[in-house]
Each structure stands twice: as C-alpha cells, then as structure tokens.
Nanobody
Framework: QVQLVESGGGLVQAGGSLRLSCAASGRTFSSYAMGWFRQAPGKERDFVATTTWSGGNTYYADSVKGRFTISRDNAKNTVYLQMNALKPEDTAVYYC????????????????WGQGTQVTVSS
C-alpha cells in the first residue's frame, strides 16, 4: 500500500515563504513522477507542479511559475514544494500525488494521493 504524508503547511503573511514536504512509502519512489495539486474552498483541484522520476524535468502552473519550486530527494523518498512570494490566492489545501505514467498536469493520471496540508496566506 502506498502512503503519502504531506507536512509543512501553515499560516503565513503575503510575501512570505513555506516549504512543503511529502514523504512516500510503499513503492519504489524513484520510479515515479510526483506532483503537487491544490484545492481552495469551493473550487476544483488545480495542478501546481510536477517532476519526473529523476527530478530532471519540472513543470509548473502559470500562476506559480517563478515563485514555486518542486524538487525531490529519491534517497529520502521525499518530494518538496518551495513556495516563495506567497499570495492570498495561494491559500488552499495542498496535495502530493504519484503518477506511474510520467509527469503530467492531469490529475486523472495520478494514482495515489496524500491527505493534504493546509496553506493559508494572509493579506
């Protein structure tokens, strides 16, 4: 059974930074692409960022490009999301997920999900 556990969320003022972590267990972590998604209250889940199995390629939503950075440490079975210059519109529950078919922005291709971590950005 695959388990993903996110951490690092919290309350931060606009312009601040947070680093989210997602620890994986139960599968060969280094073989799979990883992604971050977010869901704000009353809205659909949106793609944020994804990285290939090696971390060599990364893709971002336009809304976070230049502010967020996804990275992974396969030795630690962990993927990170460094979030800088946070805005109130970044407030959401953030989820990490695994994708066995490669890095993609489409959440339908992600097969395991974490429980989410709340990020709240105050103005």
């Amino acid at each position: 059974q695959v388990q993903l556990v996110e951490s690092g969320g919290g309350l931060v003022q606009a312009g601040g930074s947070l680093r989210l972590s997602c620890a994986a267990s139960g599968r060969t972590f280094s073989s799979y692409a990883m992604g971050w998604f977010r869901q704000a209250p009353g809205k659909e889940r949106d793609f944020v960022a994804t990285t290939t199995w090696s971390g060599g390629n990364t893709y971002y939503a336009d809304s976070v490009k230049g502010r967020f950075t996804i990275s992974r440490d396969n030795a630690k079975n962990t993927v990170y999301l460094q979030m800088n210059a946070l805005k109130p519109e970044d407030t959401a529950v953030y989820y990490c997920a695994t994708a066995s078919r490669g890095a993609t922005t489409n959440d339908r291709w992600y097969d395991y999900w974490g429980q989410g971590t709340q990020v709240t950005v105050s103005s």
